[in-house]
């Protein structure tokens, strides 16, 4: 599985970034979410959002509960995250993954190995 991960960049405070995730994968994954997690600088990981490939179910952190909305393309197995009024405490790497819903929902870095990654992506928000 290969993940390909697109949309970071530098946005003011208040502003909006899309970020998109492919997953490049053979056999269709529709057992599977596909999603983001990020790590601001000298903090660990956190899940951000995460949505079924199959029926569009989703998982969102409660730090950006409101204000992002993953939404997906089935038939391309690509995610889409739509980040609006971001602030400061957003920035951070954004990692590409998929893996169970459920691993979304009870994550932890040491339950790291229960999802394939893409490269991070760097949002940088500006106050």
């Known amino acids: 599985v290969q993940l390909q991960a697109f949309g970071g960049g530098l946005v003011q405070s208040g502003g909006s970034l899309r970020l998109t995730c492919a997953v490049h994968?053979?056999?269709?994954?529709?057992?599977?979410?596909v999603g983001w997690f990020r790590q601001a600088p000298g903090k660990e990981r956190e899940a951000v959002a995460g949505?079924?490939?199959?029926?569009?179910?989703?998982y969102y952190g409660d730090s950006v509960k409101g204000r992002f909305t993953i939404s997906r393309d089935r038939a391309k197995q690509t995610a889409f995250l739509q980040m609006n009024n971001l602030n400061p405490e957003d920035t951070a790497v954004y990692y590409c993954?998929?893996?169970?819903?459920?691993?979304?929902?009870?994550?932890?870095?040491?339950?790291?190995?229960?999802?394939?990654w893409g490269q991070g992506t760097l949002v940088t928000v500006s106050s």
């Open positions: 993954a998929t893996g169970f819903l459920a691993a979304w929902k009870n994550y932890s870095p040491k339950n790291n190995n229960q999802f394939f």
């Open positions: 994968q053979s056999t269709p994954i529709d057992h599977y979410a």
């Open positions: 949505i079924m490939v199959s029926d569009g179910r989703t």
